[in-house]
């Protein structure tokens, strides 16, 4: 029998024991507790740091996004953005020069004075500040027998696919940018620059050999903008018929300098008609993209062209004056200087020719000329006036087609056009094809000299120059140029795009294309 002293010796050890536990156990979860309490407490710190940093982080993204959906290349300083999460500072870097290549830095600052920093290169790029070729390795046709010879690229290019730079060849003024293919330097007759004006050079393509003839680049650079040639449809033709007809019947002519303060003008006493401005089977219908069948012949009867038609009234500039003219009277009392119709043509004027024996016709345009089918102009035409023939067929431009001018006179031939805005626009979703030719030297300062095409052209397929020695001034925008022979100038406008006529697809504000981003 166990004694009574025993048992409570016993007892006492059993609750030893179990204080000892119960302090193990409190010590065990105090000490859970505290590092819970610790580990709560950094990830709620952690939590909002990081709801700070978001803040900074937000508020440069504003910034950033402010520059990309506002930007003028006009215009690069800004004022601070501000949030409700905080402020951004903005500073804006060219760094491309004339390639419209640029860097945002847009500092945030959140409520609570945490920052962060965000960086985005991108590219700003006005397609009718450039010749564009661009569907892939064919994009420009050229060889033994394409665009090699005495040929001369003047200002931005822009090339998909591969590009050879043959010989005699000359690229003298960039931006050039070759995107999906290589460039190469074929002859040693070949050029690409000068010692005083390098060419900014863009190029992705795994081949860049530059080893012959005389090259001055700057670059290359692998960072290539992708750009796309903006696609017509069926809307933009029917877009382009509307505002013909809307124009044909506004009751409005057109003045050589500010076509907006033209006076009033009764249009069918000139042309009896109210779609002067639309060339179609019926107003009411328009036929499906590039298969319009109502040609317009610009050019003499005896050709099959419409003649004369329309009227004006004289027209001064800077050389000669214009006499007034046409199918009516209804401009020819005197207070009728400096306006037309919207839409007229003088076949074979009263001129003395620029050269012996050739014959140049006059083309008064304005807005926007809507044909549902191909475009044949069969002289030499010089135009007065700012406007596009939107055709939905083929173009093809027998003679040559520029500004007017009264003499070849590098003072004259491009200057009466810039100083009152003349350009043409010719767009189609076909074929444009040119068939004149002989205007080529390469002369320096090429832009004084004269040349076979100027203005805005635009096909959403191939452009054919079918004759050596042509020279082209402004803008192509094509998928892709065909040269038949060689001795090919192609030399841009740098006011072209100040000028832009209305209708032309790309036409208005430039492309943004996003390069590196970063976050710092």
Same mark, same amino acid.
């Given at each position: 029998?166990?004694?009574?002293?025993?048992?409570? @010796?016993?007892? @006492?050890?059993?609750?030893?024991?179990?204080?000892?536990?119960?302090?193990?156990?409190?010590?065990?979860?105090? #000490?859970?507790?505290?590092?819970?309490?610790?580990?709560?407490?950094?990830?709620?710190?952690?939590?909002?740091?990081?709801?700070?940093?978001?803040?900074?982080?937000?508020?440069?993204?504003?910034?950033? =996004?402010?520059?990309?959906?506002?930007?003028?290349?006009?215009?690069?300083?800004?004022?601070?953005?501000?949030?409700?999460?905080?402020?951004?500072?903005?500073?804006?870097?060219?760094?491309?020069?004339?390639?419209?290549?640029?860097?945002?830095?847009?500092?945030?600052?959140?409520?609570?004075?945490?920052?962060?920093?965000?960086? !985005?290169?991108?590219?700003?790029?006005?397609?009718? *500040?450039?010749?564009?070729?661009?569907?892939?390795? !064919?994009?420009?046709?050229? +060889?033994?027998?394409?665009?090699?010879?005495?040929?001369?690229?003047?200002g931005p290019f822009y090339i998909k696919g591969d590009l050879a730079v043959e010989a005699n060849m000359a690229i003298m *003024?960039?931006?050039?940018?070759?995107?999906?293919? =290589?460039?190469?330097?074929?002859?040693?007759?070949?050029?690409?620059?000068?010692?005083?004006?390098?060419?900014?050079?863009?190029?992705?393509?795994?081949?860049? =050999?530059?080893?012959?003839?005389?090259?001055?680049?700057?670059?290359?650079? /692998?960072?290539?903008?992708?750009?796309?040639?903006?696609?017509?449809?069926?809307? %933009?033709?029917?877009?382009?018929?509307?505002?013909?007809?809307?124009?044909?019947?506004?009751?409005?002519?057109?003045?050589?300098?500010?076509?907006?303060?033209?006076?009033?003008?009764?249009?069918?006493?000139?042309?009896?008609?109210?779609?002067?401005?639309? /060339?179609?089977?019926?107003?009411?219908?328009?036929?499906?993209?590039?298969?319009?069948?109502?040609?317009?012949?610009?050019?003499?009867?005896?050709?099959?062209?419409?003649?004369? /038609?329309?009227?004006?009234?004289?027209?001064?500039?800077?050389?000669?004056?214009?006499?007034?003219?046409?199918?009516?009277?209804?401009?020819?009392?005197?207070?009728?200087?400096?306006?037309?119709?919207?839409?007229?043509?003088?076949?074979?004027?009263?001129?003395?020719?620029? &050269?012996?024996?050739? &014959?140049?016709?006059?083309?008064?345009?304005?807005?926007?000329?809507?044909? %549902?089918?191909? #475009?044949?102009?069969?002289? &030499?035409?010089?135009?007065?006036?700012?406007?596009?023939?939107?055709?939905?067929?083929?173009?093809? #431009?027998?003679?040559?087609?520029?500004p007017y001018s009264h003499t070849e006179a590098p003072v004259d031939v491009n200057k009466v056009g810039e100083d009152r805005g003349w350009a043409l626009g010719i767009v189609t979703p076909v074929d444009i094809t040119m068939n004149a030719s002989g205007?080529?030297?390469?002369? *320096?300062?090429?832009?004084?000299?004269?040349?076979?095409?100027?203005?805005?052209?635009?096909? =959403?397929?191939?452009?054919?120059?079918? &004759?050596? +020695?042509?020279?082209?001034?402004?803008?192509?925008?094509?998928?892709?140029?065909?040269?038949?022979?060689?001795?090919?100038?192609?030399?841009?406008?740098?006011?072209?795009?100040?000028?832009?006529?209305?209708?032309?697809?790309?036409?208005? *504000?430039?492309?943004?294309?996003?390069?590196?981003?970063?976050?710092?």
């Amino acid at each position: 029998m166990i004694s009574t002293v025993r048992r409570r @010796s016993w007892a @006492s050890a059993d609750d030893g024991v179990a204080m000892i536990t119960v302090l193990g156990v409190m010590t065990v979860v105090t #000490l859970l507790a505290v590092g819970a309490f610790t580990l709560s407490q950094q990830a709620l710190f952690d939590a909002v740091r990081a709801e700070d940093e978001s803040r900074a982080f937000r508020a440069a993204s504003a910034g950033l =996004d402010t520059v990309i959906s506002t930007f003028d290349p006009e215009v690069l300083t800004y004022a601070p953005v501000g949030t409700p999460d905080g402020t951004a500072t903005i500073v804006v870097n060219s760094t491309g020069g004339d390639a419209g290549e640029y860097e945002v830095i847009s500092s945030g600052v959140g409520i609570d004075g945490s920052t962060e920093t965000v960086v !985005q290169r991108f590219y700003y790029i006005n397609l009718w *500040e450039m010749n564009f070729a661009g569907t892939g390795s !064919q994009s420009l046709m050229s +060889g033994s027998s394409g665009m090699n010879g005495s040929s001369n690229i003047w200002g931005p290019f822009y090339i998909k696919g591969d590009l050879a730079v043959e010989a005699n060849m000359a690229i003298m *003024e960039g931006p050039l940018f070759v995107k999906g293919g =290589d460039i190469v330097t074929q002859s040693g007759a070949s050029q690409i620059g000068t010692p005083s004006r390098h060419v900014r050079l863009y190029c992705d393509g795994e081949n860049v =050999d530059l080893t012959k003839g005389t090259v001055y680049v700057d670059g290359p650079l /692998f960072s290539v903008p992708t750009i796309e040639l903006p696609k017509m449809t069926d809307d %933009d033709i029917r877009t382009a018929a509307l505002i013909a007809l809307g124009q044909s019947v506004d009751g409005r002519m057109s003045k050589v300098v500010d076509p907006a303060s033209a006076p009033e003008n009764l249009e069918i006493l000139s042309w009896g008609s109210s779609t002067y401005k639309f /060339f179609g089977e019926t107003t009411s219908t328009v036929r499906p993209l590039g298969q319009g069948n109502t040609t317009l012949h610009l050019g003499s009867v005896a050709n099959g062209g419409l003649g004369t /038609f329309g009227a004006w009234g004289s027209v001064t500039t800077s050389a000669s004056p214009i006499p007034s003219g046409g199918t009516s009277s209804v401009y020819s009392d005197a207070g009728s200087v400096n306006v037309y119709d919207d839409f007229a043509y003088w076949d074979n004027p009263p001129f003395t020719p620029l &050269h012996e024996g050739e &014959h140049w016709d006059i083309l008064f345009i304005s807005g926007t000329v809507f044909v %549902d089918g191909p #475009l044949i102009i069969d002289d &030499h035409v010089m135009y007065i006036g700012n406007g596009t023939i939107v055709a939905n067929g083929p173009v093809t #431009l027998d003679g040559a087609l520029r500004p007017y001018s009264h003499t070849e006179a590098p003072v004259d031939v491009n200057k009466v056009g810039e100083d009152r805005g003349w350009a043409l626009g010719i767009v189609t979703p076909v074929d444009i094809t040119m068939n004149a030719s002989g205007a080529n030297n390469g002369a *320096e300062p090429i832009r004084d000299q004269p040349f076979d095409y100027a203005g805005a052209f635009y096909t =959403d397929s191939t452009i054919f120059v079918t &004759h050596p +020695g042509t020279s082209m001034r402004g803008s192509i925008l094509s998928n892709k140029m065909d040269f038949a022979d060689p001795n090919t100038d192609l030399v841009t406008n740098p006011l072209l795009p100040t000028y832009l006529p209305e209708s032309l697809p790309g036409g208005g *504000e430039g492309i943004i294309s996003l390069g590196l981003w970063s976050r710092q």
